[in-house]
Nanobody, 126 residues
């Protein structure tokens, strides 16, 4: 069974940190790019961060650059998103996804991804 399972979400005060994890099972992980997206209430899903299959390249949304860091642990089939200096506007459901194309780059468009997790809620209070 193909699964991407996010964890690590929760409630945090502004300025705090959270570390999200996404564990993959039932699918090839090491030769695909991975990404994080988020969707706030009443808004469209938006790109947050992505990492290439080789881990050599990353992309970040301008709104999170310098505060969030994406990384991958091949041995655990896990991609992580370290979120620091959180702001109330970071409140959203966060989703991880795998690129549709093998040996993919740190894709920004959600249409470049085929498998998605169910999401984890992040709430930042002011």
């Amino acid at each position: 069974q193909v699964q991407l399972v996010e964890s690590g979400g929760g409630l945090v005060q502004a300025g705090g940190s959270l570390r999200l994890s996404c564990t993959a099972s039932g699918l090839t992980f090491s030769t695909y790019g991975m990404g994080w997206f988020r969707q706030a209430p009443g808004k469209e899903r938006e790109f947050v961060a992505a990492i290439s299959w080789s881990d050599r390249s990353t992309n970040y949304a301008a709104s999170v650059k310098g505060r969030f860091t994406i990384s991958r642990d091949i041995t655990r089939n896990t991609v992580n998103l370290q979120m620091n200096s959180l702001k109330p506007e970071d409140t959203a459901v966060y989703y991880c996804a795998r690129t549709a194309r093998a040996f993919g780059g740190p894709e920004v468009s959600e249409y470049e991804y085929d498998y998605w997790g169910q999401g984890t809620q992040v709430t930042v209070s002011s």
